[in-house]
Nanobody, 112 residues
Framework: QVQLVESGGDLVQPGGSLRLSCTVFGSIVSSNTMAWYRQAPGKEREFVARITRLGIINYADSVKGRFTISRDNAKNMAYLQMNSLKPEDTAVYYC??????WGQGTQVTVSS
C-alpha cells in the first residue's frame, strides 16, 4: 500500500519562503511521477508542479520562477521549495504519486 505524508506547511509573511516535504512509503520516488497540487478555500484543486521519473519538470504559470520541485532518491522524498510567497499561494498543498496516490495535505498560509 502506497502512503504519502506531507509536511512543512506553516504561516509565513508575504515574500517569505517555505519548503514542503513529501515522504513516500511503499513506492519508489525515482520510478514515478511526483507532483504537487494545491487547493484554496472555495476553489478546485489545481496543479502546481511535477517531476517525472526521467526528471522532466513542469510548473504552473502562477508559480514559475518562484517554486522549485525536487526529489531525493536516497531518502525517497519529494520537495517543493517555495520562495517569494504571495497571499494567493495560501492553500492546502498535496503531494501525489502518478496522480493516483495522494497525501493528506499540509496547510500553507501567506499573510502579514
Amino acid at each position: 500500500q502506497v502512503q504519502l505524508v506531507e509536511s512543512g506547511g506553516d504561516l509565513v509573511q508575504p515574500g517569505g519562503s517555505l519548503r514542503l516535504s513529501c515522504t513516500v512509503f511503499g513506492s519508489i520516488v525515482s520510478s514515478n511521477t511526483m507532483a504537487w497540487y494545491r487547493q484554496a478555500p472555495g476553489k478546485e484543486r489545481e496543479f502546481v508542479a511535477r517531476i517525472t521519473r526521467l526528471g522532466i519538470i513542469n510548473y504552473a504559470d502562477s508559480v514559475k520562477g518562484r517554486f522549485t520541485i525536487s526529489r531525493d532518491n536516497a531518502k525517497n522524498m519529494a520537495y517543493l521549495q517555495m520562495n517569494s510567497l504571495k497571499p494567493e499561494d495560501t492553500a492546502v498543498y498535496y503531494c501525489t504519486r502518478n496522480f493516483e496516490s495522494w497525501g493528506q495535505g499540509t496547510q500553507v498560509t501567506v499573510s502579514s
